[in-house]
């Protein structure tokens, strides 16, 4: 019922900036919170940062302070502006939908992926 697009996604090296998009499309209606997870070779899927409705933000602490999310409620858009990329920070990214129903999450939805690969 909801579509999820990630864009954005490519090669850099160390130490330079990446920003991926994500745009919902479909039944939007609900929807409270966006964010981007991640997942590596070999590893488990990792939350990175997410952005309710009102604005509300919370980040992974290996992304503090170099991750911007935001959001663009008219245009159904979650971003995430990355700085000061490392190579640990290669990984598959994921956005994520979630429709919520007061604390109970009654839609969980994903997109595509976009691959990040940062250089040593």
């Known amino acids: 019922q909801v579509q999820l697009v990630e864009s954005g996604g490519g090669l850099v090296q160390a130490g330079g900036s990446l920003r991926l998009s994500c745009t919902a499309s479909?039944?939007?209606?609900?929807?409270?919170?966006m964010g981007w997870y991640r997942q590596a070779p070999g590893k488990q899927r990792e939350m990175v940062a997410d952005?309710?409705?009102?604005?509300?933000?919370n980040y992974a602490d290996s992304v503090k302070g170099r991750f911007t999310i935001s959001r663009d409620n008219t245009k159904n858009t979650v971003y995430l502006q990355m700085n000061s990329l490392k190579p640990e920070d290669t990984a598959v990214y994921y956005c994520?939908?979630?429709?919520?129903?007061?604390?109970?999450?009654?839609?969980?939805?994903w997109g595509q992926g976009t691959q990040v690969t940062v250089s040593s």
């Open positions: 994520n939908a979630k429709r919520v129903w007061s604390t109970t999450t009654i839609g969980n939805y």
């Open positions: 952005i309710s409705n009102s604005g509300s933000t």
């Open positions: 479909g039944s939007t209606f609900s929807i409270n919170a």
